[in-house]
């Protein structure tokens, strides 16, 4: 072997010595996020999570549950906070039902000032300890139309109440799905204007909104003052407003901006009958704990429908605007095959588009709705919401409302081949 | 009792083994960086842990033109006043080097006996027929004719600088023209999938054209070797997992690769048949973070439940056909280097095994052409590109796989710049050399991480880089191919690799 040789085997034998070791490195392996870095789907997980429960300052533990039973302590079904001791604030991320437990302090009897919000105000709120929901009482319906409630609740040494929301529901009902706010919330108002007005309409007629559903990308730049805006928007909406987030509400890795306004962006709820699946797909990917629960979270259960929504479509076609790994989409999209979804929801892209995904022997329609006021490039822009028509009998109809913005004397675009605008 | 946020109480009580187990994790953590850093201490050139994957070396080629082939030969180069001084790896410069190529043109003296014997025998062959007269370059009093100079020992000129100029250019402004059309032209009126390829495909372009140029300012435009790399007629890949977590398992993936080539017996082309079989060995696991179900396992370091396991099989299926272009390819090119087509269908199938229930995915390229560009003998630039159809099928339980019908899903795209680095060419070498550097990029995120800038997610593909040496002993028909590399995405994903290369079949080389 000539020296030179020698010398290339010492440094390959070196490397490959190096990188065993390296390899070896995996025994310093740490809890998920020990570094928070909520650009990462799993941090969000897990801020999620905590965030739907809360220590308050009076020794009274505040948590969310899943109105439809589970097996766990509290669910990331909405977040709590206490602005200022003494009073929780807790919004309730879902529409339709909800729960919120309160466990006392082991020592004394507290009480608790509670203000809801995104609620809907036809919901019934009714108070019990726990293990006796038949002890519960019926608290008295507001008089005016907001998505807020303002309660004090007293609970024993050591006991636990719940404080359920109901919806009653309708035979029919509609409801709004929209993403891509970005740069432009002053027309997302006039959106939500004209939400409000067809959802006036549409209760005379017998179908009332039950919820706006928004597909992420409430902000361009994850700022407070821009989620402080959002939210104060969203307070004043006409119905209960159900969030995920996009990849412009995760832009700082410090500090959970979206989670810390709205709460969780992985949920599921039940609103008359419906099941409405929210996936967080902000990071164009989903957290691996996610896609191990995704039979849970995108399951239709007992419900009639299933609709998902999400930031990030899971088929983008010919866009090329997509997850950032194509295996986690394609699960998603297997899982809402054998669900047998009737719609996919979301945005991301600054269109309206209208497509059937094939899976197996399973059709999907999926629904792209980035319209609630983001930058739509060099063309005419189509500013809306998508209004999706629930009935028992009749499935899911989704149609499209176009908002256009001053200046159109009316809808600037033709509708798509395949989804027609509303009729209102 | 005093509740633990997160733990169930049950986690209070084991509180004292959970300390002694995090111990024990901190202690293995300590002893294996220590060996790490011992290990990788006297390694010259390597600042950091080499991270990431890998396929075959997709972008190596198979075919050259002509001035290529006479490249393989082992004879001995004629130097020019233009040409930077050989390194020791190359092939000693003659005695009849010239300082003027507008003189008539030097005859290259035939390859010696010794020479011929260290190369395969249709290596040998070919050397035979390598005896070539250099031709004149016209340029090469003209200002500027260092920068033009051809590469000398070739019967046509090769222009290597203007060549990687043209392709910077080119790739600058590729790059700069799909950003703009992905910012401005906007969703509405349907911009995306060309604009990632081709921002995604310039950049690697222009990548790939400054590091050759670096390459070729160290004195990297000479003749090539004839032994240059190209995929193992048999590999082993180990691809690294992500990093886990506590708790968790990625093992990473394992492929056994196969890309045997067939030479047409006219010389102008190649036929390859390429794939692999592979998937992950065992089981990768990953935890259930959310506070409200971690528990203390008695013995166990981690509270956290397992929320996903997943076993992946891989199979990859594909021919690529290459034919030569003549060259120069225009009467007055201005020979900046020989050109080549290519066709690549291929089927790519992933199937995943989640335990009750079985997803498969299917990427179907039927039209996937491409097109090599030999820059200089020693690197080349190629790209491919052609539309995909996805099958996504599911099966629950015991049910059989439904593949149904297919999705047109977004653009595929492939961009390669090699640059081959002859370590030990010289004819008395027991052991024939040569290393290969790999820059490329892919415009799909069928496997793995595509690159993330910023909160700009999704537009783009993985980029890859390796370095791969062949290995061959003198006379022996077979060698041995050995390399490493990484994917870039958002992470890392280090690929050790390692093959055969047996003799390839049918007529002559290109």
Redesign the interface.
């Known amino acids: 072997m000539t020296p030179r040789l020698r010398r290339l085997a010492t440094r390959a034998a070196s490397l490959g010595a190096g990188a065993l070791a390296l390899a070896a490195l995996h025994s310093c392996t740490q809890p998920e996020c020990v570094v928070p870095n909520y650009t990462h789907p799993e941090c969000r997980v897990i801020v999620e999570n905590e965030l739907a429960r809360l220590d308050a300052a009076s020794g009274v533990e505040v948590r969310f549950v899943d109105p439809r039973g589970s097996d766990l302590d509290w669910d990331a079904l909405g977040l709590v906070e206490e602005p200022e001791a003494g009073l929780v604030r807790a919004r309730v991320a879902s529409l339709g039902d909800f729960a919120v437990r309160l466990r006392g302090d082991d020592e004394a009897p507290r009480a608790v000032d509670l203000e809801l919000t995104n609620v809907d105000p036809r919901a019934v709120l009714r108070v019990g300890p726990v293990d006796d929901p038949g002890a519960a009482i019926t608290l008295p319906q507001p008089s005016d139309p907001l998505l807020r409630r303002r309660l004090s609740v007293d609970v024993d040494a050591g006991a636990e109440v719940e404080l359920r929301g109901e919806l009653p529901c309708p035979e029919r009902f509609t409801l709004a799905f929209v993403g891509d706010i970005q740069t432009n919330p002053t027309h997302f108002e006039r959106i939500i204007e004209r939400i409000r007005e067809d959802g006036e309409a549409a209760a005379a007629d017998g179908e009332p909104l039950l919820g706006l559903v928004i597909v992420g990308d409430l902000t361009e730049w994850s700022n407070d003052e821009e989620f402080t805006k959002i939210r104060a928007l969203l307070g004043n909406a006409p119905a209960p407003v159900a969030v995920t987030a996009g990849n412009h509400d995760i832009f700082r890795g410090a500090v959970a901006i979206y989670n810390s306004y709205f709460g969780p962006a992985n949920y599921n709820f039940d609103v008359c009958g419906t099941r409405v699946a929210m996936i967080d797909s902000a990071s164009a990917r989903l957290a691996r704990s996610i896609e191990g629960r995704l039979a849970e979270l995108v399951g239709r259960g007992d419900a009639d429908h299933l609709i998902m929504a999400t930031h990030y479509p899971p088929h983008w076609g010919l866009s090329g605007d997509g997850w950032s790994r194509e295996d986690q989409p394609q699960i998603l999209l297997a899982e809402l095959a054998l669900a047998e979804a009737d719609l996919i929801v979301a945005g991301h892209q600054h269109a309206l588009r209208d497509a059937i995904v094939h899976v197996g022997g399973h059709d999907l329609r999926q629904i792209i709705v980035g319209t609630g006021g983001a930058d739509q490039g060099l063309g005419v822009a189509r500013f809306g919401y998508l209004r999706v028509r629930v009935d028992a009998s009749a499935g899911v109809q989704p149609c499209f409302v176009e908002v256009p913005p001053p200046g159109w004397a009316g809808p600037a675009n033709d509708p798509l081949a395949s989804l027609p605008y509303c009729e209102s | 009792m005093q509740r633990v946020?997160?733990l169930r109480p049950r986690a209070v009580d084991e509180g004292a083994q959970t300390i002694a187990a995090g111990r024990r994790?901190r202690d293995?953590?300590v002893?294996?960086?220590l060996?790490?850093l011992?290990?990788?201490a006297?390694?010259?050139g390597?600042a950091a842990?080499?991270s990431p994957v890998s396929s075959d070396i997709h972008a190596e080629d198979s075919t050259r033109d002509a001035a290529t082939a006479a490249a393989d030969a082992p004879a001995p180069a004629a130097a020019t006043a233009n040409t930077p001084a050989p390194s020791t790896a190359d092939p000693p410069a003659p005695a009849t080097a010239t300082e003027n190529t507008t003189a008539a043109p030097p005859t290259i003296p035939a390859p010696a006996k010794s020479a011929t014997a260290t190369l395969p025998p249709s290596t040998e062959a070919q050397a035979k027929l390598a005896p070539v007269t250099v031709a004149p370059d016209p340029m090469a009093n003209q200002v500027g004719a260092a920068w033009r100079h051809c590469v000398p020992g070739y019967t046509t000129c090769t222009r290597p600088r203007p060549a990687r100029w043209l392709l910077g250019a080119l790739g600058l402004t590729l790059a700069g023209a799909g950003t703009a059309y992905l910012l401005?032209?906007?969703?509405?009126?349907?911009?995306?999938?060309?604009?990632?390829?081709i921002a995604g495909g310039g950049i690697a372009a222009l990548g790939g054209a400054v590091l050759g140029g670096l390459y070729g300012l160290t004195g990297g435009d000479r003749r090539g070797d004839a032994d240059r790399l190209r995929p193992s007629t048999f590999a082993f890949d180990y691809t690294?997992g992500g990093?886990?977590?506590?708790?968790?398992r990625?093992p990473g993936e394992i492929a056994l690769r196969f890309a045997p080539n067939f030479y047409f017996r006219d010389g102008g082309g190649r036929l390859r048949l390429f794939g692999h079989v592979g998937g992950i060995p065992g089981r990768e696991t990953?935890?259930?973070?959310?506070?409200?179900?971690s528990e203390v396992t008695p013995g166990s370091d981690?509270t956290?439940p397992?929320?996903?396991?997943e076993r992946l099989l891989s199979i990859g299926l594909g021919t690529d056909l290459a034919v030569a272009l003549p060259y120069p390819l225009l009467r007055r090119s201005a020979h900046l280097g020989a050109a080549e087509l290519r066709w690549r269908p291929e089927v790519q199938i992933?199937r995943?095994d989640?335990g009750?229930?079985v997803?498969e995915?299917t990427m179907l390229l039927p039209l996937t052409v491409g097109v090599r560009w030999y820059l200089s003998p020693r690197q080349r630039f190629t790209a491919y590109v052609g539309p995909r159809l996805?099958f996504?099928?599911?099966?629950?339980g015991d049910d059989a796989?439904?593949?149904?019908?297919?999705?047109?899903?977004?653009?595929y795209g492939e961009v390669w710049y090699d640059i081959d680095v002859p370590?030990?060419v010289r004819p008395s070498?027991?052991?024939r050399?040569n290393g290969m550097l790999t820059l490329g990029y892919v415009h799909?995120?069928?496997?793995?991480?595509?690159i993330?800038l910023?909160?700009?997610?999704?537009?783009l593909g993985p980029a890859y880089a390796g370095w791969h040496m062949r290995l061959r002993r003198r006379g022996k028909p077979a060698a041995v191919q050995?390399g490493?590399g990484s994917w870039f995405?958002?992470g890392f994903a280090?690929v050790?690799s390692a093959g055969a290369v047996l003799p390839d079949l049918g007529g002559k080389k290109l």
């Open positions: 946020r997160g994790a293995r953590c002893a294996a960086l060996v790490a011992v290990t990788l006297p390694t010259p390597l842990p080499v401005f032209v906007g969703d509405s009126l349907r911009a995306g999938d060309p604009g990632g390829f690294s990093s886990p977590r506590l708790g968790e990625h990953d935890v259930d973070p959310r506070p409200q179900v981690n956290q397992v929320a996903l396991g992933r995943h989640l009750d229930r997803i995915r996805d996504v099928a599911v099966a629950a796989l439904d593949r149904g019908a297919p999705n047109v899903g977004s653009l370590l030990l070498a027991p052991v050399v799909s995120r069928f496997d793995g991480h595509g993330n910023g909160g700009a997610y999704g537009f050995v490493f995405g958002s280090a050790f």
